[in-house]
């Protein structure tokens, strides 16, 4: 099984371009691989890529602020979980807090502070559209966070003060490969290992779990993963982590999630 970030992994950290990532998707469902999205991205942001894709699995959003379950997805329940919804066709389980929390909280340190920054929610979606190249309606998906903010644009010198003020809150400062997200309770980590635990529960121990990322950002899903692995960031390198086996793949972004994919159909093969 397959568990992946999204940006810089996926697709190119700054066009979003997807290389011949759709083309590999569709090869590992082929092969009955499942792809679980586990990404900073929104809900309707993966809704959208997963239905681009044919992808019928659960996913992660917003670092771990939900996970997103399509119904009779697993034979096991997931209700026993807290803070457990329905949601059209989905069952989510919520760990993040909502978005108005995470903004009220950080309102307070910009103003206490006098800290300038850019949130998702200062702009319109026509100037959000202008600031990061998206379409109009890829905007709206972006800016339709449920469990945290997307800080666009900051001083580096303001940048350590709120993360510092945001900690004293309770608050996480997460710095993507773009931006920098804010959220209160969320964790990639926890989601993550709640779906490992789901998926043993269907399948039993038999299972290998494959994690690709980019960042530092991707350091607490790959520490489930029993092959975790990094692609190349733009500069060529990868983020020094600390996880026992770390897989250091070449290329950048699509490219080394290609090369993942293969060291994945090699080892499908061999079974």
């Not at 809704?47 to 034979?75: H, L, T, W």
């Amino acid at each position: 099984m397959l568990f992946t970030d999204i940006d810089g992994t996926m697709t190119d950290i700054m066009t979003g371009k997807y290389g011949t990532t759709k083309a590999l998707v569709r090869k590992l469902k082929a092969k009955n691989v499942p792809v679980v999205l586990c990404s900073a991205k929104t809900r309707a942001e993966q809704v959208e890529i997963r239905r681009q894709m044919s992808v019928r699995d659960p996913f992660v959003v917003e670092n771990g602020g939900a996970i997103i379950i399509p119904k009779n997805y697993f034979r096991s329940s997931s209700m026993a979980y807290k803070n457990t919804a329905n949601f059209k066709n989905y069952i989510l389980i919520e760990l993040g807090k909502p978005a108005p929390l995470v903004r009220s909280k950080l309102n307070k340190i910009r103003k206490k502070f006098k800290i300038e920054f850019t949130g998702v929610a200062d702009v319109s979606i026509k100037q959000l559209s202008y600031l990061t190249g998206l379409t109009a309606k890829s905007a709206g998906r972006m800016a339709n966070r449920e469990y945290g903010e997307t800080i666009l644009s900051i001083e580096h010198k303001d940048a350590a003060t709120l993360s510092r003020m945001a900690r004293g809150t309770g608050l996480k400062v997460i710095h993507g490969g773009r931006y920098m997200d804010v959220t209160l309770g969320n964790d990639k980590g926890k989601a993550v290992d709640i779906l490992l635990s789901l998926f043993r529960r269907e399948y039993g121990n038999n299972v290998i779990f494959f994690g690709i990322g980019d960042s530092l950002n991707d350091v607490p899903m790959l520490r489930h993963m029993d092959v975790p692995m990094l692609v190349q960031r733009p500069d060529g390198s990868w983020p020094a982590v600390k996880i026992k086996n770390i897989c250091n793949l070449e290329g950048i972004g699509p490219n080394g999630w290609q090369n993942a994919v293969n060291k994945i159909m090699d080892t499908k093969s061999k079974e």
